[in-house]
Structures are given as structure tokens and as C-alpha cells.
């Protein structure tokens, strides 16, 4: 999916009907987030599987892998969308149904984010599914398999790791907080390759993690292990999930020009309400 950025020069967007309540009830979003949850554990214990085995890798283009677990795992998930909602639609990195984001329905789908991670026996990847109903999100969950953490949030509700609440850090002083980013696959014909805000961030902040998950990443910010986060260049299915995952435990989630993040955005800026504000003039 080509995605564009959002440029606007108003404050921060509130009331975007991507962050307002869905238009569902109780019920019907329990039902969807249980799915979702089944879902994430089959799928983690396919990805573990095949973590510990002989990799089948092939190349979409320079940098950008896939593997045989890429493809397997969007399968399974897709298989068991479509059985119990034939009619909703799945945007996903490797076999989407759908170029679109304005449907009634969608599904946005990363059968395993930290691909490269996860063919070099790196051990930092994950899955990543959230649920988009009439353009409001509904839910996001994201399963780190080997540690067996499964991040999760509806949009009524906060966020939790394996059933305990979770809470941005409260560090109030960029130079004491410990950010993260990543860098687009095109780095080196491209002249927006996040580079220098990378020396920018370096020099400001107590340190740069660069784990190549962007849904861990948020997930982190979520949990108070990471500080911040930053990344450009990404796709809805990077970082659907852990937005919502953020957000609803206290972060600050905008795009680079301090506007509300939305699906159609191709970045992402996330940290406490303390520090945001310094990180996004470092980027900016």
C-alpha cells in the first residue's frame, strides 16, 4: 500500500474519528479482541517454530526479507479472519485483500514484524493485528512469541502485557531517556533516511535502541522500558496496533508535524506527555 503523510499545521487532533469510540458495544468488541487474542498465541507458536529451524529467506528488494514464516503466519491469520468475518477486509504486508483504509471493516495485519530480526535469529520480532471499525479503531494487540508477552488495548479501555496495566515512564528530561527508531530499507538512495535525526536524537537523549520491531517499539513506550519512539517510512500494519497500545497507556502519538496520528500516516512520534514535546522539535 502506497501510504501518504498527513500535512497539517493545526494543533493536535483529538477528535479524529479514528480515536473516537467505536461504534460497537461491549460485547461485540469482546468478540473481537478474543479473536484477535486466539489468534496472535496460534500464530506466536508457528513463528517460534520456526525460529529454531532452518529458514526459508527470500528477497522482496535491496534490504526488505521474507521468509517462509512471513507468508505461513499470514495464512493462519487470514485463514481464521475470513472463517469467522468473510465479509471484512484485511490490509497486511504479504497478501492483502485491500489497498483501501476507508472500509467498514478492516483488519490491519503484520504476520511478523522484525522480519530481518527474525532470519538473522535475532530475538526481536513479533505479530501485530488491529481492528478498524468505520474508521475508528477498535482494538490493537501485539505477541512478542520467544518472550511470550502479548501487548494489548481496546480503544474504551487501557492497555495491558499478560494481564497488567501498563504506564508510560514518567522520565521529564529528554537527556535521561532512552529512545528508539529504525531506518527505512531505501536508506541509501534516499535523502530522508532518518540519519540525522538520529545524531540530533543521539545528542540530546541518555541513549538510541535500534531493534528493527516498530510494534515492540511502541509496545515499549507503552510499558515505560523505552522513554520514546520515532520512525518514518513505515506502513499502517508497522504501527496500527501499537498506537492504540501506546496511547492508551498515557503516550503522546502524533505525526512528525505534531498532528494526531492517523492509519493514512507514514510516521510516527510517541513518548510521555514530559518529553514529546522536546523530541518532536529534535526531529523536526
Not at 493462519?76 to 489497498?99: C, M, V, W, Y
Amino acid at each position: 500500500m502506497e501510504s501518504s503523510k498527513i500535512i497539517e499545521s493545526s494543533p493536535i487532533q483529538t477528535n479524529h474519528i479514528f480515536w473516537q469510540e467505536p461504534e460497537l458495544s461491549e460485547v461485540q468488541i469482546d468478540t473481537y479482541f478474543h479473536l484477535t487474542e486466539r489468534i496472535v498465541l496460534e500464530v506466536g507458536n508457528l513463528l517460534r517454530e520456526g525460529y529454531y529451524r532452518n529458514k526459508e529467506i527470500g528477497r522482496k528488494s535491496g534490504r526488505e526479507l521474507v521468509t517462509s514464516a512471513d507468508i505461513a503466519s499470514e495464512r493462519l491469520i487470514r485463514s481464521r479472519i475470513e472463517s469467522a468475518f468473510p465479509d471484512h477486509k484485511i490490509l497486511s504486508e504479504e497478501l492483502g485483500n485491500t489497498q483501501a483504509i476507508d472500509v467498514e471493516n478492516l483488519w490491519v495485519v503484520d504476520p511478523l514484524d522484525g522480519t530481518n530480526n527474525f532470519a538473522h535469529s535475532f530475538p526481536f520480532f513479533s505479530v501485530s493485528i488491529a481492528f478498524v471499525h468505520k474508521g475508528s479503531i477498535v482494538l490493537g494487540v501485539v505477541y512478542d512469541p520467544l518472550r511470550q508477552e502479548i501487548f494489548s488495548s481496546t480503544r474504551t479501555g487501557k492497555s495491558y502485557m499478560n494481564g497488567e496495566k501498563l504506564s508510560v515512564s514518567a522520565i521529564d528530561d529528554i537527556s535521561q531517556a532512552i529512545i528508539a527508531t529504525g531506518f527505512p530499507y531505501d536508506l541509501a538512495p534516499e535523502t530522508e533516511n532518518n540519519l540525522d535525526n538520529f545524531i540530533n536524537v543521539s545528542y540530546a537523549a541518555q541513549g538510541i535502541r535500534r531493534a528493527g520491531s516498530a510494534a515492540l517499539d511502541l509496545c515499549y513506550v507503552a510499558a515505560g522500558r523505552l522513554d520514546g519512539f520515532w520512525e518514518l517510512k513505515l506502513k499502517p500494519w508497522d504501527m496500527a496496533a501499537g498506537a492504540l497500545i501506546a496511547k492508551n497507556a498515557g503516550g503522546i502519538v502524533t505525526d512528525f508535524d505534531k498532528t494526531q496520528w492517523l492509519l493514512s500516516s507514514d510516521r510516527i512520534v510517541t513518548a510521555n506527555s514530559a518529553i514529546h514535546k522536546s523530541l518532536i522539535e529534535i526531529i523536526q
